[in-house]
T-cell receptor
Framework: GDSVTQMEGPVTLSEEAFLTINCTYT??????LFWYVQYPGEGLQLLLK?????DKGSNKGFEATYRKETTSFHLEKGSVQVSDSAVYFC????????????FGSGTQLTVLP | ETGVTQSPTHLIKTRGQQVTLRCSSQ?????VSWYQQALGQGPQFIFQ???????GRGNFPPRFSGLQFPNYSSELNVNALELDDSALYLC?????????????FGPGTRLTVT
């Protein structure tokens, strides 16, 4: 079945450091890809998405590029802030009736001042 | 515009009991999906409701059931609770229009089964 694999956490960085969180997927076909963020005590918020190969999603300084050849969608940010501390989830879905999301296990990011 | 709301926020139940969780979808949204998020894991799709009918189901047993009402709000019912049902239950609504199916998540209900 479809699955998403994320780099294991937790990840701890100093403020202004460069962030990469790796995400690869296994799927038959070409899904849409997403990054969601979950702040403590809150639900999931969509951070960015890409719907086809070579698309780049971006939001709030975060970027991810849909790489079909490597089945990857790695999340990057050039300079993290303390406020970026959260759990980040990579996810996929297919067009069709339910379009349910299949999530990775999440990566906890802590940014220290 | 009101976002997705869920109630209650927290709930403690005993093994074998039944529980009902509630979700109010975002204004203008006609589709509700439910997810289970165990501690330290990503959310797992339980099922989706569209126009009051189940429209897709994940790998969950029949004791997980749901309803959607004419105002598009939804309930998740779990019978015969087991310890492994302890999790954060997330509701997400979407507009199911041509093109963008973005799902908007509520804050979740934390269920503890003892």
């Amino acid at each position: 079945g479809d699955s998403v694999t994320q780099m294991e956490g937790p990840v701890t960085l100093s403020e202004e450091a460069f962030l990469t969180i790796n995400c690869t997927y296994t799927a038959t076909g070409y899904p849409s890809l997403f990054w969601y963020v979950q702040y403590p005590g809150e639900g999931l918020q969509l951070l960015l998405k890409a719907t086809k190969a070579d698309d780049k999603g971006s939001n709030k300084g975060f970027e991810a590029t849909y790489r079909k050849e490597t089945t990857s969608f790695h999340l990057e940010k050039g300079s993290v802030q303390v406020s970026d501390s959260a759990v980040y989830f990579c996810a996929l879905s297919f067009s069709g009736s339910a379009r349910q999301l299949t999530f990775g296990s999440g990566t906890q990011l802590t940014v220290l001042p | 515009e009101t976002g997705v709301t869920q109630s209650p926020t927290h709930l403690i139940k005993t093994r074998g009991q039944q529980v009902t969780l509630r979700c109010s979808s975002q204004s203008g949204h006609n589709t509700v999906s439910w997810y289970q998020q165990a501690l330290g894991q990503g959310p797992q799709f339980i099922f989706q409701y569209y126009r009051e009918e189940e429209n897709g189901r994940g790998n969950f047993p029949p004791r997980f059931s749901g309803l959607q009402f004419p105002n598009y709000s939804s309930e998740l019912n779990v019978n015969a609770l087991e310890l492994d049902d302890s999790a954060l239950y997330l509701c997400a609504s979407s507009a199911r229009l041509a093109g963008d199916y973005e799902q908007y998540f509520g804050p979740g209900t934390r269920l503890t089964v003892t």
